[in-house]
């Protein structure tokens, strides 16, 4: 299955500022997915991100808070913009793998928080 | 309304004793299955998975799940648990006709007593 390399792990970032997380993967997919996870909560899908295309964002998330970037079929970002406290979170991607080996593979995660 | 539903938030079991972890799904049909695990810090690792087929799924730790359709069920279990078991434990399913979303439930965080 595909291996996922996420970065930052963590960061820690002023109120006001932006964070952008990156994730590589290392093989070609055509869905990727961001998630935030809350503490000691479940994962929360944010949007779906396709190649070539708009990534389309789930209920509660818009685009100009999350603005995600798919530049090919091996790498994604997401950028949380104007952070807030509220926005301290944990951040995952996901990549599908739709082949023969059917599944979801997902990043270490990122651990934002916002002082 | 469509669910994953894990009943148990937390579960406290001996290290060595047999663990069931539960999991429901509300779908009209069979969905795909899976189980994840996270540790503390980490993303998530799958456990198993479910398609189709043998409802006994064996996957990586030595845990297994087996999925009942009677029950619209897919409990993980174990029969010996290590220290190592602690972490969350996430039951998630996909619909195939709805875009490959993958949808969690809540979660069951376990702890194992030494």
């Known amino acids: 299955s595909a291996v996922i390399s996420q970065k930052p792990s963590r960061d820690i970032c002023q109120r006001g500022t932006s964070l952008t997380i990156q994730c590589q993967v290392d093989s070609q997919v055509t869905m990727m997915f961001w998630y935030r996870q809350q503490p000691g909560q479940s994962l929360t899908l944010i949007a779906t991100?396709?190649?070539?295309?708009?990534?389309?964002?789930e209920s509660g998330f818009v685009i100009d808070k999350f603005p995600i970037s798919r530049p090919n079929l091996t790498f994604s970002t997401l950028t949380v913009s104007n952070l807030s406290p509220e926005d301290s979170s944990i951040y995952l991607c996901s990549a599908l793998d739709g082949g023969a080996n059917y599944g979801y593979t997902f990043g270490s995660g990122t651990r934002l928080t916002v002082v | 309304a469509q669910s994953v539903t894990q009943p148990d938030i937390h579960i406290t079991v001996s290290e060595g004793a047999s663990l069931e972890l539960r999991c429901n799904y509300s779908y009209g049909a069979t969905p795909y299955l899976f189980w994840y695990v996270q540790s503390p810090g980490q993303g998530l690792q799958l456990l198993l998975k479910y398609f189709s087929g043998d409802t006994l799924v064996q996957g990586i730790k030595g845990f297994e799940a087996e999925f009942k359709r009677s029950q619209s069920s897919f409990n993980l279990r174990k029969p010996s648990v290590h220290w190592s078991d602690a972490a969350e434990y996430f039951c998630?399913?996909?619909?195939?006709?709805?875009?490959?979303?993958?949808?969690f439930g809540k979660g069951t965080r376990l702890h194992i007593l030494p």
């Open positions: 998630a399913v996909v619909l195939m006709n709805r875009d490959d979303k993958i949808i």
């Open positions: 991100a396709n190649q070539g295309s708009e990534a389309t964002y």
